[in-house]
Each structure stands twice: as C-alpha cells, then as structure tokens.
C-alpha cells in the first residue's frame, strides 16, 4: 500500500512540474512575441497590395523550404492524443488482461524509444554532418550550426543513456516492482535542458532559413538528409519540433498513468 501511495504521490509531483514548465515556457513565448510585435499603423491601399503580393511569394517559397517559421510556431504546443498515442502498448493484443497502469507504462517506454530515435537523427546525422561540412569552411561557420542545434547533445544523451536503459529495466522487473513513479521522478532536474533547446527555438528555424538562402551547398545537405529514409519524408525543422513537444508528451502520459492507478495497493 505504502509503495503504491508514493508511487502516485511522485508522479503528480513530476505531472506538476511539467505543468509549471509549459506553462513557463509559454509565457515566456507570449512575452516574446509581444515585445516583437510593431505597433500597428495605418497603411495605404498601394502598401496593402504590396503586402498581399510579398505574402503571397512567400507562400511560394515555402515548399521549397518546408514548414513556414510561422506555421512551426503555431504547432508548437498543439499535442493531440490521438495524434501520437496508440490503442494499447508495444507487445499487448487487443483486449489484453494486463493492469491498465502497465499498459500506459509500455507505451511510455515506447514512445520513448521512438523518442531517442529522433534525438539520435538530429544529433548524430544533422548536427554531425553539418558540423563536419562546416569545418571544410565550405557551408556554414561552425558556430551557427552549434546555435542552430543548441544543447540537442546533452538531451540525447541523458535520454539515450540514463532515462531509456532505466525504463527498460524497470519494465524488465515489473512484476516485482510495479510502478515508474520514482524512474519518471528522475526526470525533474533535467527538464532545464529542455528550456534552453525551447529557448533557442526560434532562432534555430531562423538561422536554417536565412543560411539556406545565403549558403547552397548548406541547403543541399540538410536536402540530402532529408531524403533518407529515416527522415520519413519530414524535414530538419519537423524533427527539431520533437524536443519542444516530448515535455507536454510527458505529462499526457503521466495523468493518464495516475488517472488508471488502483485505489490500493493488491
């Protein structure tokens, strides 16, 4: 009974410091773009109609550079279930007997692991060749492909090798102890990392743009990875949203966990 309370207790905890970190992080978002926003003026028919054509090229532009700057900030916070989740966990028929908290806590694992499938492409396929290229001098300096990727090393690897390989454990040793409350409450510290990756985000998509445009062969690597088969047809800007939404991710997971938790420990 005492293990299943504490159980509980440390993953609402955590759910409410997920809870404080979007919530931070939105803010701050919102703060953002309030201080960035002009004051609005008055403006003629002749500066409207050459407003109408700017946008309307820009709209041109847009498949040749994937998702818009705008559009990958409106998609930032819009985590739908139905989205991402699937029925039930890896490895569980339909209609499975098996606790309704073990099904959520499969899924969580693998999610995770598709999670950290992501982090590797960014930091160990992006990250990696374009560093390499931008040390030929012949693409990008080197300092803006480490602006571009921010802290994305330190996310994989704490998730890659500590929170993934304690997951798997855990759901190895299930049956003797069932619960991930104090596995997920490890989590905690590290949400940090996430706020400057999440800080940086803007400026990330930003410097992808503007050196594509100033830099050819730039663009043309970053096309080359994207046609790989490990990019699913989605572009640098899609796979680098992965870390700005795992957190709200998280805490779905978490609530439906603590949601399905019996009242007494069996």
Request: glycine share 4%; net charge positive.
């Amino acid at each position: 009974m005492e293990g299943k309370v504490d159980n509980q207790q440390s993953v609402v905890k955590l759910v409410a410091v997920f809870e404080e970190h979007c919530r931070d992080s939105k803010s701050a978002q919102r703060d953002k773009q309030a201080a960035s926003q002009p004051q609005q003026l008055p403006t003629s028919p002749a500066s409207q109609s050459r407003s109408l054509s700017k946008e309307n090229e820009e709209k041109d532009q847009q498949g040749q550079r994937g998702l818009s700057f705008k559009c990958l900030r409106s998609l930032r916070y819009k985590i739908r279930e139905d989205d991402w989740r699937r029925p039930q966990g890896p490895g569980l028929e339909p209609g499975s007997q098996e606790p309704e908290e073990k099904k959520i806590a499969l899924e969580l694992l693998e999610t995770e692991q598709a999670y950290v499938n992501r982090l590797h492409l960014l930091d160990q396929v992006f990250y990696t060749e374009l560093m390499k290229e931008a040390k030929t001098g012949k693409t990008v300096p080197e300092e803006v492909v480490k602006m571009i990727f921010s802290n994305i090393s330190s996310i994989y690897q704490f998730h890659a090798e500590f929170f993934l390989p304690e997951l798997r454990k855990r759901m190895e040793d299930w049956n003797r102890n069932p619960r991930i409350g104090d596995v997920i409450q490890k989590l905690a510290p590290f949400l940090k990392m996430y706020g400057e990756y999440v800080k940086n985000f803007d400026k990330a998509v930003e410097l992808i743009t503007a050196w594509s445009e100033k830099s050819p062969p730039f663009q043309e690597l970053i096309a080359d990875i994207q046609k790989r088969k490990v990019c699913a047809n989605l572009t640098l800007q899609h796979h680098m949203l992965e870390p700005v939404q795992r957190i709200p991710r998280y805490e779905l997971l978490l609530k439906d966990y603590v949601r399905k938790l019996p009242p007494h420990s069996p």
